[in-house]
């Protein structure tokens, strides 16, 4: 397993027109499911016109967290050839709404399946694609005497100190990239035996 994984960095457009059909996408970096229904709710009330607002999403590093949605188009005609566009470009922690203005003319399955496909695909070029460390929480509890020792390795390591807290008993929260937790943890434990 890896502890990377590719995601977009902001928000981006996309378009497609078929037969006077408009396809607008609009793909957003997400984490959450709540996230998600939040950005669907807006899209839904923005585009209250349109025919069909479709999306699919995938979350988490292992990528096992994904729907497709097709809106009232015919199944698997919409929802599965954006997820398709997901996948192929290997992308988590993204939503992509692909909203329909008909124009008219039906497209057939196969029409609308090119149609939602490219929509989603434009609005992927246009984005700013990066890569991410998956990352562990490491929680340490320390007296105050050994500060300078957790600051040394936190300096050495270079893990993302999340917070903090120096009382009678130090606490500190830090985010390690997940390759490199085994080693934090145990340059920290074995400050105790020091």
Known sequence: MTDEFKTIKNSSEGFYSEKRSKFLAFA??????????????RYRKKYYDARHVCYAYML??????FRANDDGE???TAGKPIL???NSNELTDILIVVVRYYGGVNLGTSGLIVAYREAAADAINHAEIEVRSVEE????DFPYV?????????????PRIVSQD??????????????????LRERL?????E
């Open 74 to 76: 015919p199944s698997s």
């Open 166 to 183: 120096y009382d009678n008993t130090c606490r500190i929260v830090l985010a390690i990239r997940q390759g490199d937790a085994e080693q």
């Open 189 to 193: 434990s074995k400050l105790s035996f």
């Open 60 to 65: 988490g590093a292992t990528r096992e967290d």
């Open 137 to 140: 929480l490491i929680t340490y």
């Open 28 to 41: 957003h970096h997400v984490e959450s499911v709540e996230e998600i229904k939040e950005i669907l709710v």
């Open 146 to 158: 050994m500060m300078n020792d957790v600051m040394r390795i936190v300096k050495d390591m270079q």
């Open 84 to 86: 398709g566009q997901i």
